[in-house]
């Protein structure tokens, strides 16, 4: 069955789809940059290709967005970021700061990673 355009995903769900489709690098956030399989990567070396934002359907406090990120070396992964009452960065403020400075894809280009 098809999916529907506006049906919501849940994160297991896009979770799982990043990883069949070998895109489940994880790119955690330290103080020194993203790291990802023991490389630190900065702002100018990532792209984010998409984004998916989550909403807790019984618990509006349980909201988090999925970044899908692509490394200048090729790498594809994510970073998830909970926000709300489940926010669990140690540096919050470094975080944001860091994922704002991300340059994001245009829309089309968007399109090639589609899940």
Same mark, same amino acid.
């Given at each position: 069955? !098809?999916?529907? &355009?506006?049906? =919501?995903?849940? #994160?297991?769900? /896009?979770?799982?789809?990043?990883?069949?489709? %070998? +895109?489940?690098?994880?790119?955690?956030?330290?103080?020194?940059?993203?790291?990802?399989?023991?490389?630190?990567?900065?702002?100018?070396?990532?792209?984010?290709?998409?984004?998916?934002?989550?909403?807790? !359907?019984?618990? &509006?406090?349980? =909201?988090?967005? #999925?970044?899908? /990120?692509?490394?200048?070396?090729?790498?594809? %992964? +994510?970073?998830?970021?909970?926000?709300?009452?489940?926010?669990?960065?140690?540096?919050?403020?470094?975080?944001?700061?860091?994922?704002?400075?991300?340059?994001?894809?245009?829309?089309?280009?968007?399109?090639?990673?589609?899940?």
């Amino acid at each position: 069955m !098809a999916e529907l &355009p506006d049906e =919501m995903n849940t #994160l297991s769900e /896009i979770m799982n789809k990043l990883e069949r489709k %070998g +895109y489940n690098n994880e790119f955690r956030w330290t103080k020194e940059g993203f790291v990802c399989k023991e490389k630190v990567y900065q702002p100018h070396d990532l792209e984010i290709v998409k984004s998916y934002r989550f909403e807790g !359907a019984s618990d &509006p406090s349980d =909201m988090s967005i #999925l970044y899908l /990120i692509k490394a200048n070396d090729g790498l594809i %992964g +994510y970073s998830l970021d909970a926000y709300g009452v489940y926010s669990n960065h140690d540096d919050e403020e470094g975080y944001d700061n860091f994922i704002r400075k991300i340059p994001v894809k245009n829309n089309e280009e968007q399109l090639l990673f589609e899940l």
